[in-house]
């Protein structure tokens, strides 16, 4: 039986990842911290299916334990501190945990067993301000805030280690992938909750940033099939893992909206808050090297996707659907 490490398994892509490696018959086990208080929700149906490891990316002596203790074939991370805004106040931690745990991990997996199969989660945000559209592996990276500064390190730390270890350690470079699973504070399940709240008569108003913002937005559930296929490879390498669509936070807002019969015009407003002190404005990507390479492709579209995370936020504001998040 295959063994795997999800680091960031309580997360959005942690959940999903693991349900496809279960299903796959894993034996599957997943780093938390044991110095916080850790929110299970989103696998709370997996919990009796999953092993725990108590490990910290800014600990690297509990890594190595983690990693002797449950002597993984896999190691997937995916674990960060992976809110935009969150890093413009607090860089540091980001850099800590998103730049340096990477390379904590990455040295544990070299002390441990070298044999292990790495990916790192890296990110469409580390494109920034865009060279080229769409961008691909070989675009070159511009930044636009310190999480796509510390995902820039963690992407190329994997590359040095690659290269000067000869680890089979690929990375994955996601463009915007969402569910019903997604975090309250991102601006798609802000934007499909809030439109299931002014739908259910509980709020009017919904406050967001920049509207015009353009994304390629996919569904977090397809995107980890992307991952899992990069291990098995017989050889590491890199890849853009996206729709190849770019849409807009406006027409994002159309479709949430439109779906419960609601005009976005009539309640969303515009808040300077949420503007980033430097936006990226246009990402859009070019998967046709993991289509043509690894076999994967996208299957769900933008509308599935939206109208998807708008049903669940109806259903669970309802009552009808345990929280996830």
Not at 85 to 102: D, H, N, Y
Not at 178 to 197: M, W
Not at 280 to 296: C, E, I, M, N, S
Request: glycine share 8%; aromatic share 10%.
């Amino acid at each position: 039986m295959t063994k795997a490490l999800i680091t960031g398994i309580t997360g959005q892509d942690g959940s999903y990842l693991a349900e496809l490696l279960l299903a796959k018959g894993y034996d599957v086990a997943g780093m938390v911290r044991r110095s916080s208080t850790v929110n299970y929700e989103r696998i709370a149906h997996l919990q009796d299916q999953v092993d725990f490891a108590n490990g910290d990316l800014l600990d690297q002596v509990s890594l190595i334990e983690a990693l002797r203790a449950h002597e993984p074939d896999e190691v997937y991370n995916l674990a960060a501190q992976s809110f935009v805004q969150t890093s413009f106040g607090q860089p540091v931690l980001t850099g800590e945990t998103t730049a340096l745990g990477v390379t904590r991990l990455l040295d544990a997996i070299r002390m441990v067993n070298p044999e292990i199969r790495f990916y790192q989660a890296s990110s469409s945000e580390m494109f920034g301000k865009v060279q080229e559209v769409p961008q691909t592996e070989s675009t070159s990276f511009h930044p636009r805030s310190p999480y796509g500064v510390a995902k820039v390190y963690g992407h190329w730390i994997t590359v040095n280690y690659r290269e000067s270890y000869d680890l089979h350690a690929s990375s994955g470079i996601l463009f915007n992938h969402e569910s019903p699973r997604r975090g309250l504070e991102f601006v798609t399940r802000k934007i499909t909750h809030g439109a299931a709240q002014i739908k259910l008569g509980r709020q009017d108003k919904l406050a967001l940033g920049n509207l015009d913002a353009k994304r390629d937005w996919g569904f977090a559930g397809d995107y980890v099939e992307a991952m899992w296929l990069m291990l098995q490879q017989d050889r590491p390498d890199d890849y853009v893992v996206c729709t190849g669509e770019t849409h807009s936070v406006r027409e994002f807002c159309e479709v949430a909206f439109g779906h419960l019969g609601l005009d976005y015009q009539e309640h969303v407003v515009i808040d300077e808050r949420f503007f980033r002190p430097a936006e990226v404005d246009l990402l859009v990507g070019d998967a046709k090297k993991a289509t043509t390479t690894l076999g994967w492709e996208p299957k769900t579209t933008f509308q599935d996707l939206v109208t998807m995370m708008v049903d669940a936020d109806m259903a669970l504001l309802e009552g009808r659907l345990r929280p996830l998040a």
